[in-house]
């Protein structure tokens, strides 16, 4: 009687080690192929973002008369202030979007 019961080891069976190695597998698979997904689409969005920032920019700056601008001196700047929308020149709580807040862009004469 003075006998002490072995606990029996279990044995994990070879079909649970081929789940759970395929499982492990599969996971690190789908996140590695996320990750870089969701770099790529982070990187490709920039790229269009700033083709289009550029495409805006362009147009503005062909709007421009050259010869006007090429007149510019130090005094022309600080001139009075132009605002390129009436809208927002209405106070904050007339404005139909009152999260749009008023940069004014000082222009000089030359270009009015």
């Given amino acids: 009687m003075g006998e002490k019961k072995r606990k029996k080891r279990r044995i994990i069976s070879p079909s649970v080690w081929i789940t759970l190695g395929v499982s492990v597998f599969l996971l690190a698979t789908g996140g590695t192929i996320g990750?870089?997904?969701t770099a790529r689409s982070i990187a490709t969005t920039k790229d269009l973002l700033n083709g289009k920032m550029l495409d805006i920019?362009?147009?503005a700056v062909a709007m421009l008369d050259g010869d006007a601008v090429a007149s510019l001196t130090h005094n022309d700047l600080g001139g009075e202030v132009f605002?390129?929308?009436e809208e927002l020149q209405k106070p904050a709580d007339?404005?139909?979007?009152?999260?749009v807040e008023v940069q004014p862009i000082a222009v000089a004469d030359a270009l009015l």
């Fill in 35 to 37: 990750g870089i997904m």
């Fill in 57 to 59: 920019a362009s147009s």
């Fill in 83 to 85: 605002f390129m929308d």
């Fill in 94 to 99: 007339q404005q139909h979007s009152p999260s």
